[in-house]
């Protein structure tokens, strides 16, 4: 290593520790301690932590760039988007790239992306085309990859661009974050890094649990105080070089050797740089030792003395068993809160005799903004059957405006849906219309669809299970020897009609309730 680059390594983790001593927050439930009533001195302000969980040494500093960015060389995974960042010779194009990938990668896998990613750029290979977009288009393309606001931001960012920095890119981190909406700090630090070589770290999930099992960090990695110190760590430890190149080695890491479970030790490339597997090493030895009846030394595993804030709590210690998966560690997570929906397919046949569905576009606020849907309505929970049928009655009432039959509605299932934080359960009914419905503008946007345009509208994940679950159903009833099973009561929907098991007409669905 040059004497230049260790000083430079030396000077940037002393400006770390100094900036984690005085930044450094009191533990939870805990007050900084203040002056001594009798006129005592104040205390001292928080010791930065010890060197176990830190990188103070420029050596180890410049061999673990040097092992890593080697290893990458080797193994990194052929992604469009890195292909894109180093073939392409325009800077603001590069950035652009790098930024859509980045925003799509949010919450979501690499495998799930790829595709997505390459059809965008296929239509919006410019910052411009995509400020040309319509929302609904942007909609229709993200359909599917979850979190639908992202896409809505990236838009309004990239208009921002072009009307307002005349079509260039923010160059630094800082620039990044501060003027374009919906860029944090990570999505800045990546776009920086990879894009205009700004030797910036990043912190994402897989930076993470690769810091914190380097370091041994146990303490709630999730919380303000270690996030910082993280953040301190990845900027140490960034390539003055390489900055791009060494940040998504470290994520491809994350991604693919020190994975959250079972991850492959044995081919990671800084091992030799990680406190939990010298810790796992050293207590393998022990047992070794112990198990062929030689006199074992106690275990050489360093533990912090007193109280540490970036060691585990003194109530979760070490487990043997779980070896370097026991960092990071993370607060529990608070459950999904659960949701019940009624939503109804209305079905008619078209003008070449194929099925049309009625569909309504959502708010452009809140969850799914934007987004079409079928006709739902929210319910209470533990609500009886028939409630959730007069409810929903009364929701396409106020569509139709006309009295409703909430008996005509047949009962498809349950769909299922896992939001980040909604457990989401669909009541799915459906309704045959034999004639036109005249609808009310006055609501939110609707129109009827072919399957086809069903599936390439802007329609979540969710509805594609709804529609699937209605045609599934319909599958099973033009099979009479199969017969169709139902979940709620004995008595199927349509029973009484000349055709039982049949549903309903719109002119029986649209009769006044008759008296018992």
Known sequence: MSPARGRAAAAAMAGALRRSGRSAAPPRGRS????????????????????????????EVEALRRNLLAWYDRCKRDLPWRALAASEPDADRRGYAVWVSEIMLQQTQVATVIDYYTRWMQKWPTLQALAQASLEEVNELWAGLGYYSRGKRLQEAARKVVSELAGRMPRTAEELQKLLPGVGRYTAGAIASISYGQATGVVDGNVIRVLCRLRCIGADSSSPAVIDRLWDMANVLVDRSRPGDFN?????LGATVCVPK?????????????????????????????????APPVPDVEDC?????????????????????????????????????????LERRGCHGAPEYLIVQRPSSGLLAG????????????????KEREELADHLQTWMGQ???????????????????????????????????????????SRWVTEHEFHASAVSTAMKKVLKAHEKQRRKESSPAKGS?????????????????????LRAFLRAPTAP
């Not at 090493?281 to 070794?288: G, I, P």
């Not at 003395?305 to 109530?315: I, K, N, Q, R, W």
């Not at 039982?500 to 007409?505: A, D, E, F, I, V």
Request: hydrophobic residues 35%; contains cysteine.
């Open 32 to 59: 900084r301690k203040r002056a001594s009533p009798r006129g005592g001195a104040p205390a001292a302000a928080p010791a930065p932590p010890p060197a176990r969980h830190l990188f103070s040494d420029p050596a």
């Open 248 to 252: 998504q080695a470290l994520m491809e």
């Open 262 to 294: 079972s991850p492959l030790c044995g081919e990671c490339p800084v091992k030799q740089h990680c406190q939990a597997w010298r810790r796992v090493e050293k207590e393998l030895a022990f047992a070794s030792q112990k198990l062929f009846g030689k």
């Open 305 to 345: 003395v007193g109280d540490c804030p970036l060691c585990p709590p003194a109530t979760e210690p070490w487990d043997s068993s779980l070896g370097v998966t026991n960092f990071p560690r993370k607060a529990a997570k608070k459950p999904p809160r659960a949701m019940r929906t009624a939503t109804c397919v």
């Open 403 to 445: 009295p409703m039959a909430a008996k005509g509605l047949q009962f498809i299932g349950e769909v299922i849906h896992i939001f980040s934080h909604i457990h989401q359960t669909y009541v799915v009914y459906s309704l045959h219309l034999d004639g036109d419905v005249i609808l009310d503008p006055a609501l939110s946007p």
């Open 485 to 505: 099973k139902r979940k709620r009561g004995a008595k199927a929907p349509g029973a009484g009609s000349p055709c039982p098991g049949t549903q309903l007409s």
């Open 371 to 386: 987004l079409w849907e079928f006709p739902s309505v929210p319910l209470a929970q533990d609500l009886q059957e028939e």
